[in-house]
């Protein structure tokens, strides 16, 4: 395993439709986060999990958004209802937990661009 | 107020110049502090980490940290055309990275 992979790469869907996302971290690392990213802005923190247990969430996570990491693994966000607002790069992050975090930052996937026509 | 405040740019320097980026952040509990490179389309890579004041040199990078003026900066020297880029300043306090906006960097042969 040599880093995060995300899928898909890419995701066009209408609006009003429900799409979800996979990340499979790096398998050593107990955290996940996710973060989404719109043009010309820096990520914006969405949740976290420390294996299966989601920590926490921001205030930009409406209703129609949730996450999960069933197993303390991979973790999927899926999006109900999409709105053209909700059209980004949504990017998942891997680290291990406490120092590890401060000192090393976190490992990125490649990211999934969500178009929502 | 920003969290994390960095100037967008473009921040156009030519080949071979020394590129300067700054940043500043507001929480003062803020315990790490991070550069990460964005090429176009892509996700975020990390190039620098520091914690303490004073600077960090890895290479042609070299990271400064100043708590006491909550401003962090990024120097790279001897520019290159590949390294036009964005990039993005994070802070690790609680238990998250916050990211500025990003300063995109354009190297001019």
């Known amino acids: 395993d040599t880093g995060v992979s995300q899928d898909p790469r890419h995701k066009i869907t209408k609006r009003g439709q429900n799409v979800t996302f996979r990340c499979d971290p790096i398998?050593?690392?107990?955290?996940l986060y996710w973060y989404r990213q719109t043009l010309g802005q820096g990520p914006e923190f969405l949740t976290y999990?420390?294996?299966?247990?989601?920590?926490?969430k921001s205030r930009l996570l409406s209703d129609r958004f949730s996450a999960e990491r069933p197993k303390g693994s991979f973790s999927t966000l899926e999006i109900q209802r999409t709105e053209q607002g909700d059209s980004a790069m949504y990017l998942c992050?891997?680290?291990?937990?406490?120092?590890?975090?401060?000192?090393?930052?976190?490992?990125f996937g490649s990211g999934t661009r969500l178009t929502v026509v | 107020q920003k969290e994390v405040e960095q100037n967008s740019g473009p921040l156009s320097v030519p080949e071979g110049a020394i590129a300067s980026l700054n940043c500043t952040y507001s929480?003062?509990?803020?315990?790490?502090f991070f550069w990460y490179r964005q090429y176009s389309g892509k996700s975020p890579e990390l190039i620098m980490s520091?914690?303490?004041?004073g600077d960090k040199e890895d290479g042609r990078f070299t990271a400064q940290l100043n708590k006491a003026s909550q401003y962090v900066s990024l120097l790279i020297r001897d520019s290159q055309p590949s390294d036009s880029a964005t990039y993005l300043c994070?802070?690790?306090?609680?238990?998250?990275?916050?990211f500025g906006g990003g300063t995109r960097l354009m190297v001019k042969p």
């Open positions: 992050a891997s680290s291990l937990a406490g120092a590890w975090a401060t000192n090393y930052g976190y490992t």
């Open positions: 398998s050593e690392h107990n955290r």
């Open positions: 999990f420390q294996n299966e247990a989601q920590l926490e």
């Open positions: 929480d003062r509990g803020s315990q790490s």
């Open positions: 520091i914690y303490s004041n």
């Open positions: 994070a802070v690790h306090a609680g238990n998250m990275l916050t």
